[in-house]
């Protein structure tokens, strides 16, 4: 029996031993595409030289100096990078080791940056059903999806949610999509008038939402009326791009496709490729400047906050994804990877939609096309479809409770960004193929 708490007791693992480009390799030599970045992390596969690089030579130097005694040149060096090419407005950069501790901080930041202003009455967060923004305590507090919150709900701070914005399930057959996004602003404005202006502190959002509902982008106008609501009522707009950001929508940051900025931004995931534990939230110059100059101190933070070896894995990362042109490939291979898509599963009859952006794509399983009914939660089609697909040598990232936290499957593929067009196909033929093994297993 393994000594490791694994995230599964009752599950067993291969053992992962090696990486090569796009794929895994197991101790028995058993090579798995991984179509799904393990979490959409590994955004330049698993063996870059140029990254392992980076980190050996920064290893060598100093590996680790902590935040509180010391700066350092990696550190220094990937916050100039983020904010020379980050949303207009964005100031500055805290950096921890991942995306729940990224959310966790801009929380926090808001928080005192009112208290810095003189309005300790705004406490209340706004976020959205379904949503994911991480699992520590504030940041599942935050997020709408039931099923992760349900155990740990005595734990957890109020916070309101308001409908995601999902046209598949909720944009109306007699409305357009401008509609439908205005409506959902409407419902965000009535919810602050309801909780009163003066006490709301944040709304949070995924610009493509990611884990919980399957890479669902808002529809055309929303995020700008959001912003103009936020703007109207000195709330602050926080946008969670752990899994969404850093080229993995086909821009560096997913909120330029949306045309906003945001006050505080939250990254991980491709930040780092899963070279190195790594996170960040950036910062608006006024939420920076405000604090710097009343107290100066952000009263909050963690032992290895700014690891160098960390920063400078990330630094080598991103100087990849811009010298290589990747964010382009991104956009080329997103568009190919997403026709082979429609092609392939385009009219199956348990495939009711297929969306998302760049290399970030969703496919939402149906029991029936036409009325959208989701399949039966007890048989649990996306557990059956990611072993079907590791049989096949595919790593997806399919998941449960798309529709409410129980019902509704959907299966979320975000390749790295050096897929070649042969392992497009090779995507599109395993994961056929996976689905056809695990609609059998489950009835259909």
Known sequence: MSRVFHRHLKASYPTAVAGDGPYLIDAAGKRYLDACGGAAVSCLGHSDPEVQAAISEQVKCMAYAHSSFFTSEPMEALADFLVDRAPQGIGSVYFVSGGSEAVEAALKMARQYFLEIGQPERT?????????????????????NAWRRRPFEPLLA?????????AYRGQRSDESAEAYGERLAVELEDTIERLGPRRVMAFVAEPVVGATLGAVPAVPGYFRRVREICDRHGILLILDEVMCGMGRTG????????????????????LGGGYQPIGATLASARIRDTIAEGTGFFQHGHTYIGHATACAAALAVQRAVEQRGLL???R?????LRARLQQRFGDHPHVGDIRGRGLFLGLELVADRASKEPFDPDRRLNAAVK?????QGLM????????DGRRGDHVLLAPPYIVEEDHLDEIVDKLDAALQQALGQVGH
């Open 124 to 144: 209340q967060v706004i976020a959205r059903r379904q949503s994911y923004h991480g699992n520590t305590l504030g940041a599942l507090a935050t997020g709408g």
């Open 158 to 166: 109020d916070t309101t949610h308001v409908s995601p914005c999902y």
């Open 251 to 270: 821009s560096l940051f997913a909120c330029e496709q949306e045309g906003v900025s945001p006050d505080l931004l939250t990254v991980a995931k491709g």
């Open 328 to 330: 382009e490939l991104v």
């Open 332 to 336: 080329a291979r997103g568009e190919a």
């Open 387 to 391: 072993a079907a697909a590791m049989d």
């Open 396 to 403: 997806c990232y399919p998941a449960g409770g798309t529709l």
